[in-house]
């Protein structure tokens, strides 16, 4: 059972995911034209930060990025009628949208 952020990280990068520690939405490690990180590189990495954030490295898929603004701007209305959105995973983010 997963029940922690290392955890999470250490299964996404055997998954193949390359996995980024954050914090504050800033990379904690230098990662271009790095190669991803390997479990154990993850598990010392986490015990340095262990209350570092996740993040995928977006290399062979990509991310929508829907916001809702408190101006009004509303970027779910903006796609709403949109067909070429299929149903796939989904995150809701800390500004009430979704990736």
Known sequence: MITSLVNYAVYYAEK???VLPMHNKKPLIRFADKPPLKPDEIRVLWRK??????????INFFVVDIDRHENGADGFESI?????????LAQKTAGNGQQ
Not at 49 to 58: E, Q
């Open 16 to 18: 193949g995911f390359s």
């Open 49 to 58: 930060h262990p209350y570092a954030n996740i993040a995928l490295r977006t």
């Open 80 to 88: 709403k009628d949109k067909h070429f959105f299929r149903k796939t």
